[in-house]
Every structure is written in structure tokens, then in C-alpha cells.
């Protein structure tokens, strides 16, 4: 009779770990912004460029969700400057991606995780950036972490 007890705890137990352990969708850890000291000034920008790529013609998709409101927005690329020497430099677009800035709005920590799915909707590619903007608006990538799930 103990021994049967013990088999209807544990059976009953089990589920119970298994939830902790990411049986759900695939996701990357949570950033604890305390633990990034602040980056060197030469590391501070105005504006700053991420180059999301996926599998448009493959069905791919991604969206972006942010940690924390109205620290950043998504921006326009900088304004085209003529070097010295009258050359323009123009950023262009890589094939298969799309190049997104974002600036300041206020100061504080936010993390912009990056989700793209494939056409059956499954994960397939989280990708995380930790951004500080400064006093002066300035923004800076402490870290960045990316999880590839396809096959």
C-alpha cells in the first residue's frame, strides 16, 4: 500500500517539474539590467542599427517587442553626409534582411527581442539586445544573445 502511495505522488509530482524546465515555446533568459556596467563613450551612439535577416521567400516572419516602453524608437538611418573628399557614403540594404535603427526617447534599460517564425508559425529564431540610452539620449548594446531553433 506505501509502495502504491508513493507511485501516485511521484506520478503526480512529475508534470509539476517538467513545466519549469521550457516544455513550452523556446525563449531567451531574462536579462537582469543591473548586471551591465555602462559602456565606454566611443560605444555611445546617436542612432543604432540592428540587421534583422530571415527567409522572407521561405515564409519566414519576425516581429520585435520591447521590455519596457518609450526608452527607444524605431528611427530613421542617419542623415547622408558628404566626406571631405566629396564621397557620399549610402547605407544599403544586405539581401535577405532589413535593417531597422532605433533612437533614444528616454533615459533607462530596455531589452528588444526579436521573434521570427516560419510559415507553420513555430519559432525559429529569438534574438535579444540589451540597450541603454544615457542622460544625453546617446544609446549603447550591452549585450546581445541569439537562439537558433531551425533544423
Not at 41 to 57: C, F, N, P, T, V
Request: proline residues 7%.
Amino acid at each position: 500500500m506505501k509502495v502504491r502511495i508513493k507511485l501516485v505522488i511521484l506520478a503526480t509530482m512529475i508534470p509539476l517539474f517538467a513545466l519549469p524546465m521550457g516544455c513550452g515555446s523556446p525563449a531567451v533568459g531574462t536579462a537582469d539590467l543591473d548586471d551591465y556596467p555602462d559602456a565606454p563613450d566611443d560605444q555611445r551612439h546617436e542612432r543604432l542599427s540592428i540587421y534583422m535577416a530571415w527567409d522572407g521567400g521561405g515564409g519566414e516572419t519576425w516581429d520585435y517587442e520591447l521590455s519596457v516602453e518609450n526608452v527607444i524608437s524605431e528611427s530613421s538611418p542617419p542623415p547622408v553626409e558628404e566626406e571631405e573628399d566629396g564621397l557620399i557614403l549610402v547605407f544599403d540594404e544586405l539581401p535577405g534582411g532589413r535593417t531597422l535603427w532605433f533612437e533614444g526617447v528616454t533615459p533607462g534599460d530596455v531589452v528588444l527581442t526579436f521573434t521570427t517564425k516560419n510559415n507553420s508559425g513555430e519559432v525559429v529564431d529569438i534574438q535579444k539586445y540589451v540597450i541603454r540610452v544615457y542622460d544625453d539620449l546617446r544609446l549603447a548594446t550591452l549585450h546581445t544573445e541569439s537562439n537558433n531553433f531551425r533544423n
